[in-house]
Nanobody, 123 residues
Framework: QVQLVESGGGLVQAGGSLRLSCAASGRTFSSSFMGWFRQAPGKEREFVAGISWSAGSTYYGDSVKGRFTISRDGAKRTVYLQMNSLKPEDTAVYYC????????????????WGQGTQVTVSS
């Protein structure tokens, strides 16, 4: 099994920045793909960004492209999501997740999930 712990959420004003972290432990492997999802009240869980653990190839949802950047640190077994130019529409609980299917945006193909961290953007 894999354990994922998100951190770095909080309350920021529109136009501000936050950096989220996802620390992995347990049964991790180099062929995995790490994704960030978010879910706002009354909305479906939405793919935000993803990165392959071995090659570092990145993928982004259309709503965050150009504003958010995903990266990973293999030595620390940690994935980051740098969020800039935040908008009130970015307000959601953000989740880190792991899948063996490289590049997938489909939440149903992810096998392990963190507990989530709240991001609130005020206007």
């Amino acid at each position: 099994q894999v354990q994922l712990v998100e951190s770095g959420g909080g309350l920021v004003q529109a136009g501000g920045s936050l950096r989220l972290s996802c620390a992995a432990s347990g049964r991790t492997f180099s062929s995995s793909f790490m994704g960030w999802f978010r879910q706002a009240p009354g909305k479906e869980r939405e793919f935000v960004a993803g990165i392959s653990w071995s090659a570092g190839s990145t993928y982004y949802g259309d709503s965050v492209k150009g504003r958010f950047t995903i990266s990973r640190d293999g030595a620390k077994r940690t994935v980051y999501l740098q969020m800039n130019s935040l908008k009130p529409e970015d307000t959601a609980v953000y989740y880190c997740a792991v899948t063996r299917v490289i590049g997938t945006r489909n939440r149903y193909e992810y096998d392990y999930w963190g507990q989530g961290t709240q991001v609130t953007v005020s206007s």
